[in-house]
């Protein structure tokens, strides 16, 4: 079966530190994957993606790269703000269907 | 479009009581999904319909619990006879059909509290 395995949280980190959330997967057949981000109250909003080993998907800072040597899609950011204090989740989907979610990463960052 | 709406938000209930949650998709969207989260967990997947049509149960989804879509509209997710076990937020998700995962949409969700 399909399954996502994520760095355990929780993560806090000061202002402008960088950030790696280490993100592995186990996929039957050729994923798609996902970083979604959960603020406090609101909905899972798609942050970034990558269809195809070696793309990159960027979205507001945050980078990750689809390896499918070593089936990893780490998430990174540069410069980490207190605005990017949420809940990420590593997700893959093989084919057009459901979502298969990572446990999620509480990340707090302070000023 | 407003995005995906869940009603109501917060549900708390008496264990042995039924409940029903409903989610309004994005109106061109013909497909919904529903998932559950439980505190400290990534959400997991319970069942889709593509317009009307039920495509695929999860083996989460036990005989208390049932979803509808009648006019490949708007869904409902009924629990019959809750537990405390049932306790979570329960998510609903649209997307059209073959346009890849631009189109995933998620509600805020339903938080379920049974006592």
């Known amino acids: 079966g399909n399954s996502v395995t994520q760095m355990e949280g929780p993560v806090t980190l000061s202002e402008e530190a960088f950030l790696t959330i280490n993100c592995t997967y186990t996929?039957?057949?050729?994923?798609?994957l996902f970083w979604y981000v959960q603020y406090p109250g609101e909905g899972l909003q798609l942050l970034l993606k990558?269809?195809?080993?070696?793309d990159k998907g960027s979205n507001k800072g945050f980078e990750a790269t689809y390896r499918k040597e070593t089936t990893s899609f780490h998430l990174e950011k540069g410069s980490v703000q207190v605005s990017d204090s949420a809940v990420y989740f590593c997700?893959?989907?093989?084919?057009?269907?459901?979502?298969?979610f990572g446990t999620g990463t509480r990340l707090t960052i302070i000023p | 479009d407003t995005g995906v709406s869940q009603d109501p938000r917060h549900k708390i209930t008496k264990r042995g009581q039924n409940v029903t949650f409903r989610c309004d998709p994005i109106?061109?969207?013909?497909?919904l999904y529903w998932y559950r989260q439980t505190l400290g967990q990534g959400p997991e997947f319970l069942t889709y319909?593509?317009?009307?049509?039920?495509?695929?149960k999860s083996r989460l989804l036990s005989d208390r619990f049932s979803a509808e879509r009648p006019k490949g509209s708007f869904s409902t997710l009924e629990i019959q006879r809750t537990e405390q076990g049932d306790s979570a937020m329960y998510l609903c998700?649209?997307?059209?059909?073959?346009?890849?995962?631009?189109?995933?949409?998620f509600g805020s969700g339903t938080r379920l509290t049974v006592v």
């Open positions: 990558a269809t195809k080993a070696d």
């Open positions: 109106s061109e969207h013909n497909r």
């Open positions: 998700a649209s997307s059209p059909s073959g346009t890849g995962w631009d189109g995933y949409t």
């Open positions: 319909f593509q317009n009307e049509a039920q495509l695929e």
């Open positions: 997700a893959l989907v093989v084919g057009n269907e459901k979502l298969t």
């Open positions: 996929a039957t057949g050729y994923p798609s």
